[in-house]
């Protein structure tokens, strides 16, 4: 049996391939996993916030509503930091070092719409 190997430039296309697809289809896990633990944790926390106002309403609870959403203004304005500049060292090394990462964000970006 013959078996062709498509090489360009010492790059082993096959092996690539191979690389990428397997980064895809588990990006596409995780990433679909990703967006429903998301939704759980969303509706869990509105169900937190909805629980509390009944229980002040009630005479029960005394919530700072003020200290609550400049709790979320902060954790906003955070994450729309982050996500405007650098990613952190750390992830850069990590996403270098494994061959599988295009493929894998491919596979997360395309799993995390579908779910």
Not at 46 to 57: D, H, V
């Amino acid at each position: 049996m013959v078996e062709f190997v498509l090489q360009l430039d010492g790059f082993n296309l096959q092996q690539m391939g191979l690389e990428l697809g397997t980064g895809g289809v588990i990006g596409g896990i995780i990433g679909f996993a990703a967006k429903k633990i998301a939704k759980i944790i969303a509706v869990l926390v509105g169900l937190e916030l909805a629980l509390f106002k009944f229980l002040e309403t009630r005479g029960i609870l005394d919530v700072n509503w003020q200290a609550i959403s400049g709790a979320t203004q902060n954790a906003t304005t955070g994450a729309t930091n982050a996500a405007a500049g650098q990613p952190p060292g750390w992830l850069m090394s990590l996403l270098s070092a494994l061959p599988v990462s295009a493929g894998f964000t491919g596979g997360f970006l395309v799993g995390f719409r579908q779910g």
